[in-house]
T-cell receptor, first 116, second 113 residues
């Protein structure tokens, strides 16, 4: 079974600074997707960024980028120029690529606080 | 194009009652997933349905919980004889196909008195 681990329950960053959230996962599959979701106090689940395992290039979306290390099974999220609106729970998630087992497997989350 | 719609947003039930949670997928989506989020935890997969079929229910408790996705109408997650431990946020996601991105609804927060 796949597992996703987020070892940082809480992180704090100063506004305009950069922060990195960690995620590791365990799988025997070679082809899969990895995601970072943001959950603000409103409890919506907002997709931040997605990485396909077969792509070596790290995904980027504006101020958000990932460091995908396939051999180490590591998938960290870097938030640059942090803004107050970035404060939220962040969840790392994994999904197999093939048709079997389409469910997302989530980590336990990291609460990000942004200090003005 | 409306997103995934879940209702009610909040649901309060007394122990022993039934809870029905509804999810209308995005237009054109025929795959629905239900997840449960306990307080201070990540989302946990419960069940995956395609129109009129349950594809994977490996994450759903064997008793008291059931799900359906009829040909017409929303998907329903039904919890019978609710207990305090059922208090959680229940999220629905939908996708266009089995390998396509999942779009989440805003969740239903279930509270058991």
């Amino acid at each position: 079974a796949q597992t996703v681990t987020q070892s940082q329950p809480e992180m704090s960053v100063q506004e305009a600074e950069t922060v990195t959230l960690s995620c590791t996962y365990d799988t025997s599959e070679s082809d899969y997707y990895l995601f970072w979701y943001k959950q603000p106090p409103s409890r919506q689940m907002i997709l931040v960024i997605r990485q396909e395992a077969y792509k070596q290039q790290n995904a980027t979306e504006n101020r958000f980028s990932v460091n995908f290390q396939k051999a180490a099974k590591s998938f960290s999220l870097k938030i640059s120029d942090s803004q107050l609106g970035d404060a939220a729970m962040y969840f790392c998630a994994y999904r197999r690529r093939n048709n079997a087992g389409n469910m997302l497997t989530f980590g336990g989350g990291t609460r990000l606080m942004v200090k003005p | 194009n409306a997103g995934v719609m879940q209702n009610p947003r909040h649901l309060v039930r007394r122990r022993g009652q039934e809870a029905r949670l509804r999810c209308s997928p995005m237009k054109g989506h025929s795959h629905v997933y239900w997840y449960r989020q306990l307080p201070e935890e990540g989302l946990k997969f419960m069940v995956y349905l395609q129109k009129e079929n349950i594809i994977d229910e490996s994450g759903m408790p064997k008793e008291r919980f059931s799900a359906e996705f009829p040909k017409e109408g929303p998907s329903i997650l039904r919890i019978q004889q609710v207990v305090r431990g059922d208090s959680a946020a229940y999220f629905c996601a939908s996708s266009q196909g089995s390998g396509q991105p999942q779009h989440f609804g805003d969740g239903t927060r279930l509270s058991i008195l």
